[in-house]
C-alpha cells in the first residue's frame, strides 16, 4: 500500500520535484485495488517538521516524522490528506477508499438480558462508555504504534471486524472487534508496547484493558479472565497483560481484540501476524 507521496509504482513525480516523499511505511495493511479501504490503519513517515491534516483534522506527527490514521467501517470513497512539508505550502492529496462487503453473524439462544438491558445496566453501560471514550481520546506522542504489532494471543479466529451481528433475530451494532477464541487461562499479551489507559470491569465487555500506543493508536482486550497490569503502567510489546476469559457478555471463552484510532474503531486483523492456535 502506498504511503502519501507514493503511488504503487513508486514516488508521485510531482510530490518527489517537490522534494515531499514520504518514507515506506512501518506497519502497513497489505494492498488493496484502491490503495486504502474501509476499517484501514494506516501508519508510516514523512520529513520530520511536516505537518498533516486529514479531511481537515491535524494528524500528529512524531519527532522522526511517523504518523497514523485510519478510515472507519463506513468511510465515505474519498478522502483528502493534506501533506505541509517543513517551510513549504500545504499539498492536498486525494485518497481513494475502497467500500468492503461485510459478513452477517447471526447468534442465537442469547438469554433475554444480554439482548436487552434493564434500564440500571443501561444506566451503568452509558457510564462505561464514557470511560472507554476517554481512554480512547489520549493523544501521547511516542509513536509506540511505529514498532508494528505482535499476536496478542494464540487461538481460533471465530470473530471479524465489521460484520452485522443480529442477536436472537434482532439486528445489532456491526461488530468492532477481532475474537480469538482460546482456553480460559490462555496468555494475553500486549500487541505493541505503549501505556495502559484502563483496567476494570465493564457490563458487556467484562474485565478489560485499553492500551496507548501513541497518536491516538489503542488497542482494546475484552472478557479476560485476569488482569496483570495497572492503568498509567508501561508496557513492552509481547508482555503478559493478563488471560483469555469469558467474563461480560459473552456465550464462550475468548479474546475481543480492538484497534482504534482515537475514537475510529479499526480492522486489526490485517495488521497482526496470522492469527495459529
Same mark, same amino acid.
Given at each position: ?14 510530490? /518527489?520535484?517537490?522534494? !515531499? !516523499? ?8 497489505? /494492498?488493496?485495488? =484502491? ?5 484501514? $490503519? ?11 491534516? %486529514?479531511?481537515?483534522? &491535524? ?8 504518523? =497514523? ?25 486525494? #485518497? ?22 434493564? &434500564?440500571?445496566? $443501561?444506566?451503568?453501560?452509558?457510564? +462505561?462508555?464514557?470511560? !472507554?471514550?476517554? =481512554? ?7 509513536? *509506540?504504534?511505529?514498532?508494528? *504489532?505482535? %499476536? ?11 460484520? @452485522?451481528?443480529? %442477536?436472537?433475530?434482532?439486528?445489532? @451494532? ?7 477464541? =482460546?482456553?480460559?487461562?490462555?496468555? $494475553? ?11 476494570? +470491569? ?8 485499553? #492500551? ?13 479472565? +485476569?488482569?496483570?497490569?495497572? +492503568?498509567? @503502567?508501561?508496557?513492552?510489546?509481547? @508482555? ?14 475468548? !479474546? ?22
Amino acid at each position: 500500500m502506498p504511503p502519501p507521496g507514493r503511488t504503487a509504482s513508486g514516488p508521485a513525480p510531482a510530490l /518527489a520535484r517537490r522534494g !515531499l !516523499l514520504a518514507l515506506p511505511l512501518l506497519a502497513a495493511l497489505p /494492498a488493496r485495488a =484502491a490503495g486504502y479501504a474501509q476499517g484501514q $490503519l494506516v501508519t508510516g513517515r514523512v520529513a520530520p517538521g511536516s505537518r498533516l491534516a %486529514l479531511d481537515g483534522r &491535524a494528524v500528529r506527527v512524531g519527532p522522526g516524522g511517523e504518523y =497514523a490514521f485510519g478510515f472507519g467501517r463506513d468511510h465515505g470513497p474519498e478522502a483528502v490528506l493534506t501533506v505541509t512539508p517543513p517551510g513549504g505550502h500545504p499539498q492536498p492529496q486525494a #485518497l481513494a477508499v475502497a467500500r468492503r462487503e461485510w459478513k452477517v453473524q447471526s447468534i442465537k439462544g442469547l438469554p433475554p438480558a444480554q439482548v436487552t438491558p434493564d &434500564a440500571e445496566a $443501561l444506566r451503568r453501560i452509558a457510564a +462505561e462508555r464514557e470511560r !472507554l471514550a476517554a =481512554a480512547r481520546a489520549v493523544d501521547s506522542p511516542q509513536p *509506540f504504534f511505529a514498532e508494528g *504489532f505482535v %499476536l496478542p494471543a494464540r487461538g481460533r479466529v471465530s470473530g471479524v471486524f465489521g460484520s @452485522q451481528r443480529i %442477536l436472537n433475530g434482532e439486528p445489532r @451494532q456491526p461488530h468492532y472487534g477481532f475474537d480469538i477464541a =482460546a482456553p480460559v487461562g490462555t496468555p $494475553l499479551h500486549a500487541a505493541c508496547s505503549g501505556r495502559v489507559t484502563l483496567a476494570a +470491569e465493564f457490563f458487556f465487555f467484562g474485565r478489560i484493558i485499553v #492500551l496507548d500506543h501513541g497518536h491516538g493508536v489503542s488497542t482494546l482486550y475484552a472478557h479476560c479472565a +485476569e488482569i496483570e497490569v495497572a +492503568e498509567g @503502567q508501561r508496557v513492552a510489546a509481547g @508482555q503478559r497483560i493478563g488471560a483469555i476469559g469469558m467474563t461480560g457478555r459473552v456465550t464462550g471463552p475468548h !479474546l475481543h481484540f480492538g484497534l482504534s484510532w482515537f475514537s475510529t474503531w479499526l480492522d486489526a486483523e490485517p495488521v497482526l501476524p496470522p492469527v495459529t492456535g
